[in-house]
């Protein structure tokens, strides 16, 4: 009984992640950075493995054939399909021994749904790209004005106090939440290949979005989970030589 309890608080649970180009170092993969920083944010212990896929090792290919990073095992179960993944780590590692990581509204998880889609069309198309620009544009639009619209929660209906424009910290309100997980490393990717292939900065008068991103800078469960600038850029260069 003593043995299910410690493993129940304490599951053995090691995450497997794209290698970047020198084959050790986290490399550009947004889906196994969003499941890096659900674990890290649920503060459960785990254990990182970064996989080199020109030369998959032997026992990796024995413990999850066919399969790409991410993928997980938990207590020695294999787990594959990020959003499975997820569903899986949010519902089992739940209160009290691990905070909830759902947000509160759903439109938290859909404002940034299409943003990546834009950005991929509009490298693409670099440098005749100006409506592909413009549709990106939108899209950050769409992000700044809901991040600058208050939430339900941040509205004091007893208060005289008319709250304009919100001054939360990220997507849901101070904490950040799965919505988060999935949008931050895709704006991060957009940030660094735009600006490097398209000299394309998010422009300042965004002040919603930018301060959402200084604010997940400032969190290690972000920043220290972020590829390298030089894996984004790479990872791009294939796709600047096919438009060329």
Not at 7 to 22: C, N, Q, V, Y
Not at 91 to 98: G, I, K, R, V
Not at 106 to 133: C, M, R, T, Y
Not at 160 to 187: H, M, Q, W, Y
Request: hydrophobic share 35%.
């Amino acid at each position: 009984m003593a043995q299910q309890q410690y493993s129940e608080k304490d599951p053995t649970i090691e995450l497997f992640i794209k290698a970047g180009h020198d084959g050790e170092n986290v490399g550009n993969c947004p889906f196994c950075q969003r499941l890096f920083m659900v674990l890290w944010l649920k503060g459960v212990k785990f254990t990182v493995t970064t996989v080199d896929m020109r030369k998959k090792p032997e026992e990796l290919k024995d413990l999850a054939p066919g399969t790409n990073p991410p993928f997980l095992l938990y207590n020695g179960v294999l787990k594959t399909d990020f959003i499975k993944i997820e569903e899986f780590l949010e519902t089992t590692l739940a209160p009290p021994n691990y905070p909830h990581l759902s947000p509160l509204n759903k439109e938290s998880f859909d404002v940034g749904a299409d943003i990546f889609a834009k950005f991929s069309a509009f490298i693409k198309k670099s440098p005749n790209n100006s409506l592909q620009e413009r549709a990106l544009l939108r899209e950050f639009k769409r992000l700044d004005d809901y991040l600058n619209t208050p939430l339900p929660q941040e509205i004091d209906h007893n208060s005289t106090e008319n709250i304009t424009v919100s001054t939360r910290k990220f997507l849901d309100g101070n904490s950040l939440t799965l919505a988060d997980c999935n949008l931050l490393p895709k704006l991060h990717v957009i940030k660094v290949a735009a600006k490097k292939y398209c000299d394309f900065d998010i422009p300042t008068q965004f002040t919603g979005v930018w301060r959402y991103l200084n604010n997940a800078y400032a969190r290690e469960e972000f920043s220290q989970t972020c590829p390298a600038n030089i894996e984004i850029e790479k990872a791009y260069e294939s796709v600047v030589r096919q438009r060329k």
